[in-house]
């Protein structure tokens, strides 16, 4: 128990966790690893000393994060010899944890050796070029520093993060040769910037007085653009006005003419309505008046088709009448033949229903007539006694007193006014003014007969 106690304290106290910005490269016998880099081998092992045998280990630590070498106060040559002093910054990374731990055991003896390096890269470009090219183009001698080392960095497992820069030139001790050319250059700056002002200076007033020429000149051309523009628009108003005057004199004339049009229309419609009108009324008046004398004619020719239907009934039904007894008469003279005395007998009969017959229709007749007997004898009953007496006084009272006695009766009154009927005067056509409107035509003519 108190070994496994022990282990797991041993274990604790031993175990390492390599951060994020640092590689651990582990020397175990023969073999190499790198910790914090490798995803195989992770970030976590045991430092067991390396006296253990085959446990023990020896551990080189270097960081995978940027750093920086500054090279300040650096003296240096141009290519005439001129001594000067240089300030230096370059920034670099572990590419390769592997090369450098092979190189270096630790990272302070690496930025030692990088220091050398560049060192070396800056003597050798900055010797090659002059003091005034140098001074003028600092960023070119950056680049050149960086293309100088970066083949030489490589076996270090190093590689620059970004290009180095030359940051500062002064003079060394007891020289003056950068303070005479930045005096050479300060005064040639003067005498630039002088030179520029003045020129500035004429070109500003010489750029003033032609602006203010040609602010005159665009002020009179755009017075000269205004008074044409004012004499145009006043011209274009004034034609404008005069086009809309005619166009609305056009156009008052176009309404006149349009508005007599319609009425001009309006009432050649009103004419044509009102002939139509008359048209219609005048046909219908004719209308009216061929109906009413065609309803007339046709009333007559019922009247006088009824009035014959109705003689030719009465004709029919007398004639009838009339021959009934006749017919009867044949037939019972047939049927009497020649019996004498039946014959004789029926005479008796039928003259005494005759003499009945005339004797009450004659007492009738009396009670309301106005009567004259006139009698030429002594007993009024008595007759003529021959066909002679006609011609006499006592004939024609007898006559008369048989037409007025043939009067009383149905039959005998009808045929006294049938035959002494008075003959009507002949009709006058009436003849009925057509309208006032109606078109030619004959005149109707309606009888009143």
């Known amino acids: ?57 020896n551990v080189i630590q270097l960081p995978v994060s940027n750093f920086d070498l500054t090279l300040e106060d650096y003296e240096a040559y141009d290519t005439d010899r001129v001594p000067f002093m240089v300030h230096v910054t370059s920034f670099f990374r572990i590419a390769d944890t592997a090369i450098a731990a092979q190189r270096v055991d630790s990272i302070a003896a690496l930025k030692e050796q990088l220091m050398q390096i560049v060192q070396g890269a800056v003597r050798k470009v900055l010797a090659s070029d002059k003091i005034d090219a140098i001074m003028l183009e600092r960023s070119k001698f950056g680049a050149a520093f960086t293309s100088e080392v970066i083949e030489q960095l490589k076996q270090w497992g190093v590689e620059p993060v970004k290009s180095m820069e030359l940051m500062d030139i002064r003079d060394a001790s ?29 070109a500003a007033e010489t750029a003033e007085i032609e602006a203010q020429r040609e602010i005159d000149m665009r002020k009179q051309e755009a017075e000269r653009a205004v008074g044409e523009k004012t004499a145009e628009k006043q011209k274009a108003v004034g034609i404008a006005q005069e ?20 009425t001009r229309v309006d009432e050649v419609r009103r004419a044509e309505i009102e002939r139509d009108k008359q048209v219609v009324a005048a046909e219908q008046d004719k209308q009216t008046t061929v109906i009413i004398a065609e309803g007339n004619l046709a009333a ?16 029919a039904a007398e004639k009838a009448m009339q021959l009934a007894p006749v017919e009867a008469q044949i037939v019972l003279a047939k049927e009497i033949g020649e019996n004498a005395s039946y014959q004789q ?53 007898h006559l008369a007193a ?3 006695a043939f009067a009383q009766s149905p039959l005998g009154k009808a045929f006294l006014d049938k035959a002494i009927k008075p003959v009507a005067p002949p009709a006058t056509p009436i003849v009925t003014p057509a309208p006032a409107n109606a078109p030619d035509s004959p005149p109707d003519v309606i009888s009143n007969a």
Do not use: C
Not at 243 to 262: D, G
């Open 345 to 397: 007998y029926l005479m008796t009969i039928e003259g005494i229903k005759g003499y009945i017959v005339v004797g009450g229709e004659q007492a009738r007749a009396l009670q309301s007539a106005d009567v004259k007997v006139i009698a030429n004898t002594g007993n009024p009953a008595e007759g003529m006694s021959s066909v002679m007496d006609l011609f006499t006084s006592k004939g024609g009272t």
């Open 243 to 262: 086009q809309a005057r005619q166009e609305i004199l056009t156009q008052e004339k176009e309404t006149r003419e349009r508005h007599m049009a319609v």
């Open 1 to 57: 128990m108190a070994l496994v106690v022990l282990a797991l304290l041993l274990a604790i106290l031993f175990r390492r966790v390599v951060s994020t910005n640092v590689v651990h490269i582990i020397q175990r016998g023969r073999a190499t690893t790198p910790y914090g880099t490798n995803p195989d081998a992770g970030n976590v092992y045991y430092a067991w000393p390396s006296w253990i045998p085959r446990f023990g280990v």
């Open 300 to 315: 007559q020719q019922r009247e006088a088709e009824g009035i014959q239907a109705l003689g030719e009934a009465r004709a």
């Open 174 to 202: 007891g020289s003056k040769v950068i303070s005479s050319i930045m005096a050479k250059k300060i005064s040639h700056i003067e005498m630039e910037s002088r030179r520029e002002v003045a020129e500035n200076k004429r």
């Open 402 to 404: 048989s037409v007025e």
